[in-house]
């Protein structure tokens, strides 16, 4: 069974830029997550799929961020335009559903705001 | 509210001694609890999982917890630490209902000394 996959694995841009990262989940798993893991600190979640519609995104600083799942399936997370203190990992997962279900995790993809 | 609390952000044992990392959690209702470990430069790997069935879990790599409701506690427990056992753990709690949302631990740095 394929895992999570997400890419890129590492981004380095300036502030002001804006970056993208793509997660394609387990086949199946209804529900995605993403995560932005700064170094030093646990998961903090940003927004929560089920299928393709949002679950819970009261963590996502919308000013700046934005992220879809069209067709429910991979999904995308958007920073425009990056600040200094968005540095950090950016974790996607996903799960069967959102009750009670393990998540499994893919590799992150590391920014690095200069 | 669910909430979780790792109580020591590290931990130092040497190697062949007993480990043990401790979880508290707060929940409205009967919560699945997880333990993930994170090792450096590594994705998040599910160690154990508790969803209500046997209190006493087993999970890999010689790990185990016990989910005690009078204590509000999941504590991880290995009797012997390995080398290999130096990472960073999450405890994890996860909704069971629908207005209840994921909550990561701020996690615990363990230490193995030769």
């Known amino acids: 069974e394929a895992g999570v996959a997400q890419s890129p694995r590492y981004k380095i841009i300036e502030k002001r830029q804006s970056v993208a990262f793509w997660c394609n989940p387990i086949s199946g798993h209804a529900t995605l997550y993403w995560y932005q893991q700064i170094l030093g600190q646990g998961p903090k979640l940003l927004i929560q799929?089920?299928?393709?519609?949002?679950?819970?995104d009261s963590q996502l600083p919308k000013d700046r961020f934005s992220a879809e799942r069209l067709k429910g399936v991979d999904s995308t997370l958007k920073i425009q335009p990056a600040k200094l203190e968005d540095s950090a990992v950016y974790l996607c997962a996903s799960s069967l559903n959102r009750v009670g279900n393990e998540q499994f995790f893919g590799p992150g993809t590391r920014l690095t705001v200069l | 509210a669910q909430s979780v609390t790792q109580l020591d952000s590290h931990v130092s044992v040497s190697e062949g001694t007993p480990v043990l990392l401790r979880c508290n959690y707060s929940s409205s209702y009967s919560p699945s609890l997880f333990w993930y470990v994170q090792h450096p430069n590594k994705g998040l790997q599910l160690l154990l999982k508790?969803?209500?069935?046997?209190?006493l879990v087993k999970g890999i790599n010689g790990f185990e917890a016990e989910f005690k409701k009078s204590e509000t506690s999941f504590h991880l427990t290995k009797p012997s630490a390995h080398m290999s056992d130096a990472a960073e753990y999450f405890c994890?709690?996860?909704?069971?209902?629908?207005?209840?949302?994921?909550?990561f631990g701020k996690g615990t740095r363990l230490h193995i000394l030769p």
């Open positions: 799929f089920q299928n393709n519609g949002v679950v819970d």
């Open positions: 508790y969803t209500s069935a046997a209190t």
């Open positions: 994890v709690v996860s909704p069971m209902n629908r207005d209840d949302k994921i909550i």
